[in-house]
Structures are given as structure tokens and as C-alpha cells.
């Protein structure tokens, strides 16, 4: 399996590249994101065999129809060695559990940190740690997060030979559980770097650093940010999990709700479905910050500036530049690499926006896609929260409620819908305590984390400065 740019020219395969190559690389060098030559297809018979399988093997089979430069049996090893008990904390990994008629919860924050990103991250950690000592090589990796990636990221990465992990999040933007998560690890390979500015700010230095070729090139930079292919491919595995522990036939369907900042989680719903896995509906939800929204419901795609990007109660959410969004696009234009280089970096650079409204590719985007969308809001999670607390017993965190909000927008009689759950409650307690008026659950393992000593570098949105931050630490 070879990897093309979203932005190569039609035809031109001078720059096709293995698994291994993007893994460590992130941002292709003409600014556009991996994605295979092709989505393989899955038939019948193999979602027949697919089945019964444990999470670990389920993983195996899905990857290695990606991966074909790691040898089967180390392949093998790597997915059971991430996809443990002892790790996600139970037998299933990603639980399925039904909420009422027609709507599921899948669990997916049950790892290290509490939140999906774990599901990808840890996979990601030992792939990194795999390759680099195969090939001798360190990596630093350069992160930007709204909340829940660090995290995932620097736990994922702590101790791992050959790997440094600078990550940038914007100052004072995360929850308090969020941020004492990150800065209280003391690893001497894990860099916390408090932007004074949002997400979108942290993610735009991660792009400047990523196209610096030289520099890039000399300290070693990756990235583990959703941009990086393996970290989206390793989403794909639990949309076919969810998918066969809600069927008991090949010939039913599901659809999925997906809680959606930067569209990495629900572009892996779009691969699964390329794939053949049979979805019938891919429902992006987004928050106050709705610019995925407003393009699935309008063809208009406006990236809004850091003072009109909201400060909400699902923060992991407050994203208005959505990097995986070019993934889908490039899909939805026939993999058209200069049309969609016209528009992320020409049209997009320029005027903020593009306008796919008046294009046929466009008007395919839901029946041939599958992709609708809605929005929730404060007052919607608040209610959400209370609703399924008081009718179910079930405490889900903000990001979550957005999900079982739009959800049930876009139910159907007889086709299944998984609200994919993006974290436990206890990391948005203040929000929790609003609706409920009593605190979440808190592991353990999380007792008075607030209280512990922080290790965090607070810096102005400036890649210039992050460059130099990062020479001074690379040694």
C-alpha cells in the first residue's frame, strides 16, 4: 500500500510513499495529508470472519490491509500489546451499551487519560518506539491540543526510547483536569507549551513548523496530531467494533453520531465506509463553534478567526479550522489534488472560506457520503446531561451530550445509532456539577492531580519562538 498528498497533481506518483515513511513524517512536504492510493474493500466473507473477534485481532485484520512494510507476526505483537485489559479496562475494549430504542453509547474512554484519543495514541506510542528502533532514530514530536490529544499523546510517549514530545495547547483554554493531566507529568521527554492564544493558533505553528522543510528535516519533527494518517487509520478499527457488536447480520446498518472539532474521529467513520463497512449515515456534530455544520448544511466552508472562535463547555470541540476536513474533500472532489490545494491553500489562505454550494461533488455529500450534521449548545448540554442522567442513570461528559443531542435529530426507524463517547465526565466537573449538582466519578488514579507540581512553559503564538524552544531542548 503506497500514500498520496491530498495535494499532488492528478497522476503524479513521483512522491508516493509506505506506511512507515508518513508515520514518522505527519504533513506531506507540499502541505497536504496522506491518505492511501485506495480504500481496500472489505467483502462478506471477511466481515463474516471479522465477527467474533477480539479488539486486539479486529485491530490486526483492519491494519494490515494498511500496513504491508511492518512484518505480519511484529504487526501482530504491537496490536496486543496495546489493546489490553489491563490498559482500557475491559475484555471488549469498546463497550457497547444501549441508552434506549434505537441509540448506543461507544465506550471509548477507558484508557489512560479518559478520552477516545487514547484509542489511537497508544497504538501510535509503540508503532513510534517500533520503527525508531528499527531504524536507529529519534523523533520529536510537535502536538497542538484543544484538551484530550496531549494528553492521550505525552501518556502515550512518556518513558518511549528515541521520542521527545513538545506539545502546545492554548493557555488557560482547558479544563482544569485537562491541563493537571498534561502539566503535572514530570518525564524529562515530555514538553508542555501553553500558547497565549486558542487551539486554532497552537495548530497553525504546528503547520508552519511541519512546512519547514529544513528545519523539519533537521530536528526530526512528527507529529501525532489527527494529521498523522496512522493515528486516524487506528480510529477506523473501532467503527467496525461498534458496527458488530450492534448487528447480528452483515446485511444491517448502522449509523454513527460523532461529537466533531477537527473531523479526524469521523473522517475515520468515512474510510470505514469507503472500506464497505455498512454505514448508513456519518452525523457530524459540532458545538457553538459549527463551521463543519454550516458546510455539510450549506457548501460554505469559513474558517472564523481566533476572536470569533467560542469559548465553550465541550472546549475539545472550539475548533473553527478543522485539519482532517481536506481528508474528506479530496474525496469528494474525485481526488482531484490541485483542486483541492486551490482551495485549502489559495482560496483558504486568501479569503478565509471557500463555496462548494453550486458543485455537483457538493450535493453528493450526503447521499454518496452519508455525512449530515448538527449543532448543540450550552443550554442543549445541560439538558442532555440532566436527560440521560435522570432516564438512564448514565453520566456522560459535554462533548458526549452533543453527540446524543444531534443524534436524536437524525434517528431512523430500524438502522441502529452509536453516539461515539469522547471522554469520561470527570474531566468537564465544573459543567457536570451545573447540570447534575454533584460531582463525576474520578478514578483513583486522578485523586488531587490538580494539586501536583506543574511542568509547563508559557509562550507567545509564535513558531519562530516554538523553533527555537525546541532546539534549546533537543539534544
Known sequence: MLYVS??????????????????????????????????????DAMLTKWRGLAYADLAFEVLSLYIDDIPAADLKAICHKTYTQDVFGTAEIVPLRQLEAGLYLEALSNGPTLAFKDMAMQLLGNLFEYELARRGEELNILGATSGDTGSAAEYAMRGKKGVRV???????????????????????NIHNIAVDGVFDDCQDIVKAVSNDLEF?????????????????????????????????????????????GNFGNVCAGHVARSMGLPIDRLVVATNENDVLDEFFRTGVYRVRSSADTHETSSPSMDISKASNFERFVFDLLGRDGAQTKALFHDQLGKHGRFDLSASAAFQSAAPKYGFVSGKSTHANRL????????????????????????????????????????????KFAETIEEALGQSPTRPAKFEGIE?????????????????????????
Open 6 to 43: 491530498t495535494r499532488a497533481a492528478s497522476g503524479d506518483t513521483a512522491d508516493r510513499k509506505h506506511f512507515c515513511e508518513i508515520l514518522l513524517e505527519g504533513l506531506a512536504p507540499d502541505g497536504g495529508l496522506y491518505l492511501p492510493e485506495y480504500y481496500p474493500q472489505v467483502s
Open 166 to 188: 513538545f506539545m502546545t495547547s492554548p493557555n488557560g483554554r482547558m479544563s482544569p483536569f485537562q491541563q493537571a493531566q498534561m502539566f503535572s507529568l514530570q518525564d524529562e
Open 216 to 260: 523539519k528535516r533537521k530536528y526530526r519533527i512528527g507529529t501525532v496530531n489527527s494529521i498523522n494518517w496512522a493515528r486516524l487509520m487506528a480510529q477506523v478499527v473501532y467503527y467496525f467494533a461498534g458496527y458488530f457488536q450492534a448487528t447480528k447480520s452483515n446485511s444491517e446498518k448502522v449509523s454513527f453520531t460523532v461529537p466533531s
Open 383 to 426: 439538558a442532555t446531561i440532566r436527560d440521560t442522567y435522570k432516564r438512564f442513570g448514565t453520566m456522560i461528559d459535554t462533548h458526549t451530550a452533543d453527540g446524543v443531542k444531534v443524534a436524536r435529530e437524525h434517528l431512523q426507524a430500524g438502522v441502529p445509532m452509536i453516539v461515539l463517547e469522547t471522554a469520561l465526565p470527570i
Open 451 to 475: 494539586a501536583l507540581p506543574k511542568r509547563v512553559k508559557v509562550m507567545p503564538a509564535d513558531a519562530a519562538l516554538i523553533k527555537r524552544y525546541i532546539a534549546e531542548n533537543v539534544h
